[in-house]
C-alpha cells in the first residue's frame, strides 16, 4: 500500500518522503486492522472469512468456493466460470519487482508489531 500511495502523492507532491508514507500507511492500516478486530468482537454474530492475497490469486475460485461454504451459501457454475474468466485478465499484485519494507522505512519487525496478531500470518 505504500508503493501505491507513495505513487499517487508525487502527482501532486514529487518529494514526498517515502518513509513518511511507509510510516502514515503503517499507522493506517494498524488502526483499521485493529478496528475490524474490535468490531468483530461486539458482532460476533455476523459472519466473516479471512482470506489470504496469496491464496487467493493461486486459485480464486477454489478460494472463494470455500468462503461461500463457510457462509452457507452455494457458488453457482456461472459465478466460478464468471471469476475464472476475470481472473485470466487482471495483474493484481504484480509490481514487477519484490518491495521491501525498508524501502518505505518500515522494518519486518516494526509492521509485526503494529498489527494484531490475529492478522499476521
Known amino acids: 500500500m505504500a508503493a501505491l500511495v507513495h505513487h499517487a502523492?508525487?502527482?501532486t507532491e514529487p518529494d514526498v518522503p517515502k518513509a513518511l508514507v511507509g510510516q502514515l500507511?503503517?499507522?493506517?492500516?494498524?488502526r483499521c486492522a485493529?478496528?475490524?478486530?474490535?468490531?468483530?468482537?461486539?458482532?460476533?454474530?455476523?459472519?466473516?472469512?479471512?482470506v489470504e492475497m496469496t491464496r487467493l490469486r493461486a486459485d480464486p475460485v477454489a478460494t472463494l468456493r470455500d468462503v461461500y461454504a463457510a457462509l452457507?451459501?452455494?457458488?453457482?457454475?456461472?459465478?466460478?466460470?464468471?471469476?475464472?474468466?476475470?481472473?485470466l485478465t487482471l495483474k493484481?499484485?504484480?509490481?514487477?519487482?519484490?518491495?521491501?519494507?525498508?524501502?518505505y522505512g518500515l522494518?519486518?519487525?516494526?509492521?509485526?508489531?503494529?498489527?494484531?496478531?490475529e492478522f499476521l500470518a
Not at 457458488?75 to 466460470?81: P, Q
Request: glycine share 4%; with cysteine.
Open 72 to 87: 452457507a451459501e452455494p457458488l453457482t457454475a456461472e459465478a466460478a466460470d464468471a471469476i475464472r474468466a476475470k481472473a
Open 92 to 103: 493484481a499484485g504484480q509490481t514487477g519487482r519484490a518491495i521491501a519494507p525498508e524501502e
Open 9 to 11: 502523492r508525487r502527482i
Open 107 to 117: 522494518t519486518a519487525s516494526a509492521i509485526r508489531a503494529a498489527f494484531p496478531g
Open 25 to 30: 500507511q503503517l499507522e493506517c492500516w494498524s
Open 34 to 50: 485493529a478496528e475490524l478486530r474490535d468490531w468483530r468482537a461486539r458482532n460476533a454474530d455476523v459472519p466473516w472469512v479471512d
